[in-house]
């Protein structure tokens, strides 16, 4: 039990978001996720036994590292993780509900209903138009929220984004100012600077998502007033359905969303 | 078995619940069992190793450590996540039960099993309110345990066989009071969650008793 629940569950979402989505999953899954796992686990482990205080005196360590780390930065990009992924959820709860309502359709035997069985609806993809546009839109807006502000307060905590080597303390029960010395920081510094930048990417990714889904929201408004205008009585929604489909970039994999969509 | 079967189990929970119920299953697996199993288990991992007393008086660090952390908080916390995911097991119980009758009786005794209707609602509200009690066992207990919701940088110990009183320090105190607070938000999220999706089915189901008994008037 670990990320690997959480891939299942954001696995499902991919089906059904944009192809700058499914950039961003790819990339939290493999440069933040992974890296956090295998790698920068590995450099905080350590922390707090070699963190080490030029002083005998029991307890000024802790108390010094205490002040230092208020909170580990491993647990921040953890924190960091879990409510970046969270809006996601918001998106897999609105295809479920939407799914909900196509199956009572088509149990009720509806008329309007196009599908012809049950494993057609729960196989379906849906397209981010109407009340879905609107949930995947703020998803996302939560997102860039969420990611700005667990990036400002690791500047604000850390005073920038550097380990240093050296830092004073006179704590007490410090006896007075003692150097205590941080292990590994140019690995942490590294590892730092490098999730910080993946953070920066996935904001731009973000962004650019928001501002592609924006451009299609007007695009469509303006098709429609412009239909509207020309054949006020006519609805050729074959025409717009092919057009949508030829919009949007049809991702091959089937994965299927266990649990909570279901 | 680890923490993946009470994955599973949150998973076959939320086929058979209402929609507050899924919402609460994600928020207790993502806010609270996640964040339990990849950071708090950690910041609590060695907290005896590196809980250090101002003395060499062999045991005493042992039997302060023993005495101001009876239970340890990830241990209380394991234990709460286990009690206040296992009532949605009744629900789960009742509906096996109910589709091994239609089985055994090759007949549809029910409109829909999974349907939260008749005994299957006593069961389902059954389980909210165990949930939502748990819950409030554990903080309660949290506090009281703990004198609160803090942890402090320092203890004093006067325990035998500490000769005199001892400072005794305690590691990480503010991140662990960091996610103290953390747990106590989710907890009192899960609760409101609770009482307002048992609220909503006493509601729902009064308006439908309400319309019945209306009909039959009328009829």
Redesign the interface.
Same mark, same amino acid.
């Given at each position: 039990m670990d990320w690997g629940a959480l891939h299942t569950i954001l696995g499902g979402v991919n089906k059904h978001s944009t192809s700058i989505g499914k950039i961003w999953l790819t990339v939290l899954f493999i440069f933040r996720i992974m890296i956090l796992v295998v790698a920068a686990e590995r450099v905080w482990g350590d922390e707090q036994d070699d963190f080490v205080c030029n002083t005998l005196q029991p307890g000024c360590k802790n108390v010094c590292y205490d002040h230092f780390f208020p909170i580990s930065h491993i647990r921040l990009w953890a924190l960091q993780l879990i409510f970046v992924s969270t809006p996601a959820l918001l998106v897999a709860m609105h295809v479920a509900y939407r799914r909900h309502e196509k199956k009572r359709q088509f149990r009720k035997g509806d008329k309007k209903c196009e599908y012809k069985d049950i494993e057609e609806i729960r196989s379906q993809r849906f397209h981010i138009e109407g009340s879905l546009w609107w949930t995947y839109t703020s998803s996302i807006f939560f997102r860039l929220i969420f990611e700005a502000v667990f990036m400002y307060a690791f500047y604000y905590m850390y005073d920038g984004y550097q380990m240093p080597r050296l830092m004073k303390c006179s704590a007490w029960p410090c006896p007075n100012t003692v150097d205590c010395f941080v292990s590994r920081p140019t690995e942490k510094t590294v590892f730092t600077i490098f999730m910080i930048a993946v953070s920066s990417i996935c904001i731009l990714l973000n962004v650019a998502e928001l501002c592609y889904l924006l451009t299609k929201f007007f695009l469509r408004r303006s098709k429609k007033a412009g239909n509207a205008k020309q054949q006020p009585n006519h609805e050729n929604k074959e025409e717009t359905k092919q057009n949508e489909m030829n919009e949007l970039i049809s991702d091959s994999c089937q994965n299927t969303v266990i649990g909570f969509t279901s | 078995m &680890?923490? #993946?079967f009470?994955?599973d189990l *949150?998973?076959?929970v939320?086929?058979y619940s209402t #929609?507050i119920g899924?919402?609460w #299953? =994600?928020v207790v +697996?993502? +806010?609270r069992? *996640?964040?339990y199993?990849? =950071?708090a288990e950690? /910041?609590w991992k060695?907290e005896h190793d590196?809980f250090?007393? &101002? /003395?060499k008086q062999p045991g005493c660090e042992n039997v302060c450590f023993d005495h101001f952390f009876p239970v340890s908080h990830v241990r209380l916390w394991a234990l709460q996540l286990i009690m206040v995911s296992t009532p949605s097991l009744l629900v789960v119980f009742h509906v096996a039960y109910r589709e091994n009758r239609e089985k055994h009786h090759n007949q549809k005794l029910y409109r829909n099993p999974r349907e939260i209707d008749g005994g299957l609602l006593c069961t389902y509200i059954i389980s909210l309110v165990l949930k939502t009690g748990f819950e409030i066992v554990f903080l309660v207990l949290f506090y009281k345990l703990y004198n609160g919701f803090k942890i402090p940088? *320092?203890v004093k110990c006067d325990i035998r066989p500490c000769p005199s009183t001892v400072?005794?320090? /305690? &590691?990480?105190?503010?991140?662990k009071m /960091?996610?103290l607070y953390f747990l106590v938000a989710t907890s009192c999220l899960c609760i409101i969650l609770n009482i307002s999706e048992l609220s909503y089915l006493i509601f729902k189901y009064s308006i439908k008793c309400y319309l019945k008994r209306y009909m039959k008037k009328q009829q």
């Open positions: - | &680890s923490w #993946g009470l994955r *949150l998973s076959g939320n086929k #929609g899924r919402i #299953g =994600a +697996f993502m +806010f069992l *996640l964040v199993v990849v =950071a950690n /910041i060695y590196e250090e007393c &101002s /003395i940088h *320092l400072d005794c320090y /305690i &590691s990480k105190p503010t991140e /960091i996610f």
